[in-house]
């Protein structure tokens, strides 16, 4: 079966770090971003068709209904916990309430993001029915609000984070790009069941995933146009360019394209000039400096979460304080409401949720502890 483009660029670097006598992800070792306090982490399974397949969550301190999902798929050849680290997605559920899901890809951590029979991301694994899987899971068991469902990935995570666009737009509510822009392929056979928000954000320099394109893959502003045109967009855009810093080489200039069909479904593009294959203010690069640079311009994780929060699906979600409770009683300023929700669900759960003692605790600094696991579930992370 040929190798994906993405998998041959993580081949070389990892060859390249063997040659120099170097370890890949030093910094998952040596050292990182600390524990994020009000925080319980923990990983766990969901039988998806016979397929076992791991997840791991994030989640605030105090664990109210009705919160935000919050799907981040990470990049190829690259663990759940790496991502949440590198990204510090902690921060999400510690200060805005959300709950954060990490699945985990089969196939050497590679989602099969590509719809075309033909490639080599093709078949088995479904990983669309493994995410709709997921929310599922998140809405019946963790009850997560279902109507503020997102979905964020870096590099071939993000590829798969536009195939949920494509796929599952009536499950989810927005969607963030970066380091990626769009397969013809998956543009080709996307059908989105109603206009979707989609932010893209791209270095201009990006070594693995070229800004102007390929033949695998569209130019970064050829994959906006497409949203633009899905959307119902105005084509042209409202520019903004991000004030510059003298200790950071790169520039950021946010291309925003609203009026579009069916109200503030807008679309971003994030230019950022001599940024590289690179989560923005991200605490460290995967690869040293072979992957370019790392803008500290704009904190992608709290962007993405800025785009986020306005939007959700049409239908009902929790209430506060539950069948029983008093129906005046506000949420906690930490667990944000959408300004849009118009249905409230006849159903709602009341208080905190129970530990579950089932689920463990995994080791990297963002969303747990260090090894051994404990058998319990973990609170209060430091």
Same mark, same amino acid.
């Given at each position: 079966?040929?190798?994906?483009?993405?998998?041959?660029?993580?081949?070389?670097? #990892?060859?390249?770090?063997?040659? /120099?006598? $170097?370890?890949?992800?030093?910094? $998952?070792?040596?050292?990182? *971003?600390? *524990?994020? *306090?009000? &925080?319980?982490?923990?990983?766990?399974?969901?039988?998806?068709?016979?397929?076992?397949?791991?997840?791991?969550?994030?989640?605030? !301190?105090?664990?109210?209904?009705? #919160?935000?999902?919050?799907? !981040?798929?990470?990049?190829?050849?690259?663990?759940?916990?790496?991502?949440?680290?590198?990204?510090?997605?902690?921060?999400?559920?510690?200060?805005?309430?959300?709950?954060?899901?990490? *699945?985990?890809?089969?196939?050497?951590?590679?989602?099969?993001?590509?719809?075309?029979?033909?490639?080599?991301?093709?078949?088995?694994?479904?990983?669309?029915?493994?995410?709709? /899987?997921?929310?599922?899971?998140?809405?019946?068991?963790?009850?997560?609000?279902?109507?503020?469902?997102?979905?964020?990935?870096?590099?071939?995570?993000?590829?798969?984070?536009?195939?949920?666009?494509?796929?599952?737009?009536?499950?989810?509510?927005?969607?963030?790009?970066?380091?990626?822009?769009?397969?013809?392929?998956?543009?080709?056979?996307?059908?989105?069941?109603?206009?979707?928000?989609?932010?893209?954000?791209?270095? &201009? &320099?990006?070594?693995?995933?070229?800004?102007?394109?390929?033949?695998?893959?569209?130019?970064?502003?050829?994959?906006?146009?497409?949203?633009?045109?899905?959307?119902?967009?105005?084509?042209?855009?409202?520019?903004?360019?991000?004030?510059?810093?003298?200790?950071?080489?790169?520039?950021?200039?946010?291309?925003?394209?609203?009026?579009?069909?069916?109200?503030?479904?807008?679309?971003? $593009?994030?230019?950022?000039?001599?940024?590289?294959?690179?989560?923005?203010?991200?605490?460290?690069?995967?690869?040293?400096?072979? $992957?370019?640079? %790392? &803008? %500290?311009?704009?904190?992608?994780?709290?962007?993405?979460?800025?785009?986020?929060?306005?939007?959700?699906?049409?239908?009902?979600?929790?209430?506060?304080?539950?069948?029983?409770?008093?129906?005046?009683?506000?949420?906690?300023?930490?667990?944000?409401?959408?300004?849009?929700?118009?249905?409230?669900?006849?159903?709602?759960?009341?208080?905190?949720?129970?530990?579950?003692?089932?689920?463990?605790?995994?080791?990297?600094?963002?969303?747990?502890?260090?090894?051994?696991?404990?058998?319990?579930?973990?609170?209060?992370?430091?």
């Amino acid at each position: 079966m040929a190798r994906s483009p993405l998998r041959n660029a993580a081949a070389y670097l #990892a060859a390249a770090f063997l040659l /120099a006598g $170097l370890r890949p992800f030093p910094a $998952l070792a040596q050292s990182g *971003p600390a *524990p994020t *306090p009000g &925080t319980v982490s923990f990983s766990a399974t969901l039988d998806d068709r016979g397929t076992e397949r791991r997840y791991v969550v994030i989640r605030p !301190l105090l664990a109210l209904p009705g #919160a935000p999902m919050i799907i !981040l798929l990470h990049p190829l050849d690259t663990s759940p916990e790496a991502t949440a680290d590198l990204v510090r997605a902690g921060r999400l559920a510690a200060d805005h309430g959300a709950w954060v899901f990490l *699945p985990e890809a089969l196939d050497g951590h590679q989602w099969h993001d590509d719809p075309a029979p033909d490639s080599p991301e093709a078949g088995e694994p479904d990983d669309v029915g493994f995410i709709a /899987a997921l929310i599922d899971t998140a809405a019946t068991q963790y009850h997560i609000d279902p109507t503020r469902v997102y979905a964020a990935g870096y590099s071939n995570g993000a590829f798969m984070a536009e195939r949920l666009a494509c796929d599952l737009a009536d499950r989810v509510a927005a969607v963030g790009v970066v380091a990626a822009t769009l397969r013809p392929t998956l543009a080709a056979n996307c059908r989105p069941a109603r206009v979707i928000p989609v932010a893209i954000m791209m270095g &201009t &320099t990006d070594p693995v995933v070229a800004y102007d394109g390929n033949s695998s893959y569209l130019s970064a502003e050829q994959a906006t146009r497409f949203w633009v045109q899905a959307n119902g967009c105005d084509a042209n855009p409202v520019d903004r360019l991000y004030p510059r810093v003298p200790s950071d080489p790169t520039s950021v200039t946010l291309y925003r394209y609203g009026k579009c069909t069916g109200g503030g479904a807008d679309v971003r $593009l994030y230019s950022i000039g001599d940024g590289g294959h690179t989560w923005p203010s991200a605490s460290y690069s995967i690869w040293f400096g072979f $992957l370019g640079n %790392t &803008t %500290t311009l704009v904190d992608a994780t709290m962007e993405l979460w800025n785009v986020f929060r306005p939007f959700s699906l049409p239908g009902c979600s929790p209430t506060w304080g539950g069948l029983r409770g008093n129906s005046s009683r506000k949420a906690p300023a930490s667990q944000e409401r959408s300004s849009n929700r118009q249905q409230v669900c006849p159903q709602a759960f009341i208080g905190p949720l129970d530990n579950r003692g089932e689920l463990r605790v995994v080791n990297q600094r963002d969303v747990g502890l260090s090894p051994p696991f404990p058998d319990q579930l973990q609170q209060g992370l430091s």
